[in-house]
Every structure is written in structure tokens, then in C-alpha cells.
T-cell receptor
Framework: NAGVTQTPKFQVLKTGQSMTLQCAQD?????MSWYRQDPGMGLRLIHY???????DQGEVPNGYNVSRSTTEDFPLRLLSAAPSQTSVYFC????????????FGSGTQLSVL | DAKTTQPPSMDCAEGRAANLPCNHS???????VYWYRQIHSQGPQYIIH???NNETNEMASLIITEDRKSSTLILPHATLRDTAVYYC???????????FGAGTTVTVRA
């Protein structure tokens, strides 16, 4: 059982480049979300989805796009990378019912130069 | 989401119980208390959650006060591997915008 899989683990971009962070889960979870974590800080919600075809903004959505075409996958797109987007990105998933504990991926460390 | 307040850091001796407090004075009746921890730079890991009653699992115990305005996570016999940042979060079943504050950095010392 793989759980939540994030790729890549590390990425270096130049300012203005675009890229997609991949997230996949094999637990049939309805809810998926993306977080960013800056050094010494907690996790801030970027976008989330409660099911295929449904997405919504979190606390810090600017500069990021998401889509949810399948239950398993929830990619995060950086449209035009900026140094302020240098961070560690975590994907998480859970069931939508009561007691829905979040399962997290191992993270993607992104540096934008 | 109700806000939570946690001490920024605490130390604990190896083998002793670690008691991590969390205040959530604005919690509403249908909101649960969840605890997660993040070891080094890994993704956060679920520990335990509860609504009103005290809860125990293989990792920890959760004590919620009768008025539900605060709770304590207890690690019964802390080990060096319990050194981590611990997050206390309050959420209801329909809360989807879940963010994690700074948490409590717990350092277990030999």
C-alpha cells in the first residue's frame, strides 16, 4: 500500500518557469489537499478538493492551479515560478466522513532561483 | 476552524511522560481535537483525535477537559524518536480549510 506519493522530491526552477508537482493516493480518499511549509513555520493550505471535478482555494492560492480529474490524482501547477514560492510542498488526503485523519506525502522541496 | 494555542517548545527526559497542552477556548460542539506530529522534514503524521471523551491508542493518550476548552496530549514514555513538532488542530466534519500553526517543538533528551 503506497499511501500518498509525491513527485519529484526535489526541484530547482528559474524564475518564470512553470512546473507541475504530482500527488497520487491509492486509498480511494475523497479529500485531497496541498500545503506549503516555509522554514520554521506551520503548514499553510494552498488548494483542496473534496472529490473528482471539485476544487477550492485555501489560505494561500495565488500563483498555483489545481485540477482533480480522477479520485487518485491531484496535481499542483506553478504557472510562473517566483522566488517567494521556494518552500516544501506537502500533499495530503483523507476520507470525507467522521474522524477523517489526514495522510501526508513525503514532500517536495522546491527552490526557485 | 477554532484557533488553538500551544507553547512554542518544551523539553522532556527520555523515558518520562511528555504532557503537551493545547488551548482551544472557542471550540464549538461539533469540532474534534486532532493531534499530528512532524518529525524533522517529513510529512506530518496523525497521532490521535477526540470529541469529548479521553482517548488512548498505541501512540498516545488525549485528555480533553470537561468544558472542552483545552486538551493535553500525553506521550507515556518518551523516546528520542518522539522529538518532533506537535500540532494541535480543531476541526468539524465540514471543515475543509485546515491549516497547521507553528505547533510545539518537543525535544526529548537522553
Amino acid at each position: 500500500n503506497a499511501g500518498v506519493t509525491q513527485t519529484p522530491k526535489f526541484q530547482v526552477l528559474k524564475t518564470g518557469q512553470s512546473m507541475t508537482l504530482q500527488c497520487a493516493q491509492d486509498m480511494n480518499h475523497e479529500y485531497m489537499s496541498w500545503y506549503r511549509q516555509d522554514p520554521g513555520m506551520g503548514l499553510r493550505l494552498i488548494h483542496y478538493s473534496v472529490g473528482a471535478g471539485i476544487t477550492d482555494q485555501g489560505e494561500v492560492p495565488n500563483g498555483y492551479n489545481v485540477s482533480r480529474s480522477t479520485t487518485e490524482d491531484f496535481p499542483l501547477r506553478l504557472l510562473s515560478a517566483a522566488p517567494s514560492q521556494t518552500s516544501v510542498y506537502f500533499c495530503a488526503s483523507s476520507y470525507s466522513g467522521e474522524g477523517r485523519k489526514l495522510f501526508f506525502g513525503s514532500g517536495t522541496q522546491l527552490s526557485v532561483l | 476552524d477554532a484557533k488553538t494555542t500551544q507553547p512554542p517548545s518544551m523539553d522532556c527526559a527520555e523515558g518520562r511522560a511528555a504532557n503537551l497542552p493545547c488551548n482551544h477556548s472557542t471550540i464549538s460542539g461539533n469540532e474534534y481535537v486532532y493531534w499530528y506530529r512532524q518529525i524533522h522534514s517529513q510529512g506530518p503524521q496523525y497521532i490521535i483525535h477526540g470529541l469529548k471523551n479521553n482517548e488512548t491508542n498505541e501512540m498516545a493518550s488525549l485528555i480533553i477537559t470537561e468544558d472542552r476548552k483545552s486538551s493535553t496530549l500525553i506521550l507515556p514514555h518518551a523516546t528520542l524518536r518522539d522529538t518532533a513538532v506537535y500540532y494541535c488542530i480543531v476541526r468539524g466534519d465540514n471543515d475543509y480549510k485546515l491549516s497547521f500553526g507553528a505547533g510545539t517543538t518537543v525535544t526529548v533528551r537522553a
